[in-house]
């Protein structure tokens, strides 16, 4: 196996993650029959307007707060505002826009100098898969039949007081599994792979990888992938420890919830004191290999999670806090579509509300702040890909350093509610001496 490597841009990106239906609506003429008023309190099943115009009008927007890569959930034709079931891999979602608004969205990032990241969803399908539309309709006889893992016909897809007789993710009917030991069916999705990063998209995010439980298909996935771009980047939605996809011959990075874990236990809830938090902050960034550790997507939240001032109980100086470290340590920064203005929402689907447009509604000292720590960030290298170490950590205040050859940054963080002042003993090749901290 050739060297481990990420692509460099990656490790100097700043990601935002928009969740389609819900940034901005650009084009209100392919707006589906029941959309709502843009605002409406979000539910599981209903439609706001939102599509790829509405991001491309909205790029000064991104670039002023100093995004340079967005990962996009779902776009491809599906019934939901998720579109986590996926009908057609091939199509945009026409309630999103067509093939000329992607690739318009796509060429006006590419000019900018920003990257697009797709999500994939290959573990499962949704019913209107025209395959296992198929096999719905003709059962046994279907010539897809061994695409899906069916237990016996019939099968009842839409009759919730039968089982269902074939797997699905997590028991959901709507979301039948695919069986990726059939050579069709990896030959179908490794072509999907294929086909979208060779229209220009810049990598894949994978919706739960792990529920492909064959370290082969990924391996074919990556060659797959960087053969045809090898600057695309892949990273999987991982909640715990990835070191089984992260040896190079898989993805490049995954989702680093193991971060947010960390901060959410240390800043939000005060259930954690520093020294533990500066443990795991250290083990967290020695446990994968260099190249995959700068390439990880940092997050404090997202899609799947409460906002992250919610996370917070709605204090914005706690809220800072997590942005300090999400910018600060290794690996590339991604913000949630509107924690920057201050959002707020529990988890899904309070997560996924429309973007508040309203600047007067904005909560500017939490925007300014973030903005100021993606320059601070984009201003030296050592913040991107300098090394990490944990100069002290005592009660609710710690303190590590970023640095290379050239320069060195300190960064202190206290937890607690009240004022510390002490002495920093700075036991480092890259520091000597005394050091006094005052918060």
């Known amino acids: ?28 003429s392919n ?29 000064d927007y991104l670039q002023e707060l ?24 091939y199509r945009i979602d026409p309630k999103l826009g067509t093939m000329e608004d992607f690739h318009a969205l796509l060429a006006e990032m590419h000019r900018r100098g920003m990257r697009l990241i797709l999500d994939g969803v290959f573990n499962h399908c949704g019913r ?13 006889h279907s010539p897809y039949v061994h695409w899906f893992h069916i237990k016996r016909f019939p099968i009842y897809p839409y ?19 695919f069986n990726t030991d059939y050579p069709p069916v990896r030959q179908f999705l490794l072509g999907v792979a ?15 990888p792990n529920e492909i439980d064959d370290d082969e298909f990924w391996r074919e996935f990556r060659q797959v992938v960087k053969s045809a771009n090898p600057d695309a980047y892949i990273v999987g939605e991982i909640w715990k420890d990835a070191r089984r996809w992260l040896q190079g011959d898989q993805f490049d990075a995954v989702m680093n919830y193991l971060l947010r874990d960390l901060c959410m236990e240390f800043l939000a809830k005060e259930a954690m004191d520093a020294p533990a938090f500066a443990r ?6 020695q446990r994968y290999p260099q190249e995959a550790t700068y390439a990880q997507l940092n997050l404090l939240g997202s899609h799947d999670t409460p906002r992250w001032l919610t996370v917070c109980s709605g204090d914005v100086t706690r809220a800072m806090l997590g942005y300090v ?8 920064p991604c913000i949630y579509y509107g924690d920057e203005i201050g959002m707020t929402g529990e988890a899904d689907p309070h997560c996924r509300a429309c973007f508040e447009w309203d600047r007067r509604r904005w909560n500017r000292r939490l925007r300014e702040h973030v903005r100021r720590l993606v320059a601070l960030r984009r201003s030296h290298t050592a913040w991107r890909t300098g090394a990490f170490r944990v100069l002290y950590a005592e009660g609710s205040v710690v303190a590590y350093a970023r640095w290379e050859e050239e320069a060195t940054f300190v960064v202190a963080l206290n937890a607690g509610e009240n004022g510390w002042e002490g002495a920093l003993p700075v036991r480092s090749p890259v520091l000597r001496g005394v050091r006094t901290l005052r918060d």
């Open 194 to 208: 294929r086909y979208w990063i060779e229209q220009g998209a810049d990598g894949w995010r994978l919706d739960v």
């Open 1 to 28: 196996m050739d060297a481990f490597r990420t692509p460099d841009w990656v490790k100097h990106a700043v990601f935002y993650q928009i969740f389609p239906d819900r940034f901005a609506n650009g084009d209100p």
């Open 280 to 285: 795991g902050l250290t083990r967290l960034f």
């Open 66 to 89: 100093g995004v340079t890569a967005v990962y996009l959930n779902p776009i491809f034709q599906s019934t939901s505002n998720h579109r986590y079931n996926t009908y057609d891999y």
């Open 128 to 140: 209107g898969f025209y395959p296992f539309h198929d096999v719905v309709e003709n059962g046994s």
């Open 325 to 332: 470290v999400l910018f600060t340590v290794p690996g590339a």
């Open 31 to 59: 707006d589906p029959a029941n959309v709502q008023p843009w605002g409406t309190p979000p539910t599981p099943y209903n439609f706001m307007g939102g599509d790829l115009r509405g991001i491309l009008q909205h790029l």
């Open 159 to 177: 009759d919730g007081r039968k089982k269902a007789n074939y797997e699905s993710w997590w028991g959901i009917r709507s979301l039948p599994k």
